[in-house]
Nanobody, 120 residues
Framework: VQLQASGGGLVRPGGSLTLSCVASGSIYSTSDMAWYRQAPGKPRELVASISAAITTKYADSVKGRFTISRDNAKNKIWLEMNSLKAEDTGVYYC???????????????WGQGTQVTVSS
């Protein structure tokens, strides 16, 4: 199983970016998927998560600005980021809880990370 994230880049404060992440490989089912981020010198933090039933959760710092969405058939998630701030800068990682067969428990997989830099 591999997770491939993309869409990062350099954007000015107040701007927007959309990240995407797709899971591929031997996948039987995917439950929760999420985006984390890690700023320089800080621990990795949860940004947003989405269940297979499309229940979403957000960090307080991004509520009202970020939107997580998902396509279950494609094992793909997006993170639409609006009104970006300098403090949103960091490496963004996608993660997914995936089972590879009917009898196996979910394991958590991580993507490689994509850099988001918010700067004027």
């Amino acid at each position: 199983v591999q997770l491939q994230a993309s869409g990062g880049g350099l954007v000015r404060p107040g701007g927007s970016l959309t990240l995407s992440c797709v899971a591929s490989g031997s996948i039987y089912s995917t439950s929760d998927m999420a985006w984390y981020r890690q700023a320089p010198g800080k621990p990795r933090e949860l940004v947003a998560s989405i269940s297979a039933a499309i229940t979403t959760k957000y960090a307080d710092s991004v509520k009202g600005r970020f939107t997580i969405s998902r396509d279950n058939a494609k094992n793909k998630i997006w993170l639409e980021m609006n009104s970006l701030k300098a403090e949103d800068t960091g490496v963004y990682y996608c993660t997914a809880e995936i089972s590879q067969s009917r009898t196996e428990s979910d394991l958590q997989y991580w993507g490689q990370g994509t850099q988001v830099t918010v700067s004027s």
